[in-house]
């Protein structure tokens, strides 16, 4: 792929990365940007974000559809030929929180980036277990501290639904997870009670809505005041995805408050331990409380294809 910004209009578009006439590279040393159209840097043919050829002999080549969203640029993908030009839904979660940040209520305050050997299927699952989700509300910002004091957590995750503009809607391609954090503890005991926590705490409600297969966006409340955070997943070779988390915060929210939190929020960073043994075959045996693995897994099905590759069951070859 390559891709570019129009001088005119500032819009970004993607596109087959090779000419169809003679294979060039469109990205390579020579291709420039005229206008708002990409120029091939062998014989000056001329391709828009739509991939028609406005100058040249050939018709039009591969574009793909993209979404620009604070200031991230997303691909649509499909194995699928049927589906590849079009996008089966159309990326509205962040909606809201573009506009409080172009407005300046809202701040970028943290981004981080790693990668992790896993499925893009395994790391959305991790963010649905309830003890991942517990590390990530501990009271504590450090992680040596996480079972000092904890709190009592009640999540419940919902499928084709989800949080768009602040409100809970239905969307096939949507899954959410809520959890309210309350009474504050000594290492998990509720008879050892935090002296005066439940007079000086305010209770914590955290939001995670999965849009799609690669994309997170957890959303917290607390006396601080608001945070979120968004996650996308970049497949860069089998088993191998790039994660990048932007964090989000209210002015009120400074950034040294967002960088404590960041510590025991993200979920990803959790399991980069143990995301070499994830990569074999999954055990089909499970412990008390996991059904909802097997509830999200149903609804992680729909982004899968007939002409999606297949991973063997006992091989790591595509």
């Given at each position: 792929m390559v891709a570019y910004r129009g001088e005119n209009d500032g819009k970004v578009g993607v596109l087959h990365a090779f000419c169809p006439h003679a294979g060039a590279h469109l990205g390579e040393e020579?291709?420039?940007?005229?206008?708002?159209?990409l120029v091939c840097p062998m014989h000056r043919w001329k391709f828009d974000r739509k991939?028609?050829?406005?100058?040249?002999?050939?018709?039009?080549?591969k574009a793909y559809p993209v979404r620009e969203i604070l200031n991230v640029v997303y691909i649509w993908f499909h194995a699928s030929e049927e589906f590849a030009?079009?996008?089966?839904?159309?990326?509205?979660?962040?909606?809201?929180?573009?506009?409080?940040?172009?407005?300046?209520q809202w701040h970028e305050a943290l981004v981080r980036e790693t990668e992790l050997g896993q499925h893009l299927c395994e790391i959305a699952l991790s963010s649905t277990e309830k003890s991942q989700l517990g590390a990530s509300e501990s009271p504590s910002r450090f992680p040596?501290?996480?079972?000092?004091?904890?709190g009592s957590h009640t999540t419940q995750m919902k499928y084709e639904q989800g949080i768009v503009n602040g409100e809970l809607v239905g969307r096939k391609e949507l899954a959410v997870l809520t959890a309210e954090t309350r009474d504050l503890h000594f290492f998990g005991n509720r008879y050892l009670?935090?002296?005066?926590?439940?007079?000086?705490?305010v209770p914590t409600d955290t939001s995670i809505t999965?849009?799609?297969?690669?994309?997170?966006h957890m959303e917290k409340k607390s006396s601080y005041g608001k945070i979120r955070q968004v996650t996308t997943l970049l497949p860069v070779e089998p088993l191998k995805?790039?994660?990048?988390?932007?964090?989000?915060?209210?002015?009120?929210?400074?950034?040294?408050?967002?960088?404590?939190?960041?510590?025991?929020?993200?979920?990803?960073?959790?399991?980069?331990?143990?995301?070499?043994?994830?990569?074999?075959?999954?055990?089909?045996?499970?412990?008390?409380g996991e059904?909802?693995?097997?509830?999200?897994?149903?609804?992680?099905?729909?982004?899968?294809?007939?002409?999606?590759?297949?991973?063997?069951?006992?091989?790591?070859?595509?």
């Open positions: 020579g291709g420039y940007v005229e206008g708002n159209v991939g028609t050829c406005t100058r040249g002999r050939v018709r039009r080549t030009d079009t996008p089966q839904w159309e990326l509205s979660v962040a909606d809201d929180l573009e506009a409080v940040v172009k407005s300046g040596v501290f996480q079972n000092v004091i904890t009670p935090v002296p005066f926590s439940q007079a000086s705490t999965f849009e799609g297969p690669s994309i997170f995805q790039r994660v990048v988390t932007r964090w989000y915060a209210e002015k009120t929210v400074p950034n040294w408050m967002v960088w404590l939190k960041s510590f025991g929020w993200n979920l990803l960073e959790q399991d980069r331990d143990g995301s070499l043994e994830n990569m074999t075959r999954r055990k089909e045996r499970m412990a008390c059904g909802h693995l097997h509830a999200f897994m149903r609804w992680y099905e729909q982004f899968f294809s007939d002409e999606s590759k297949a991973l063997e069951q006992d091989s790591l070859e595509w």
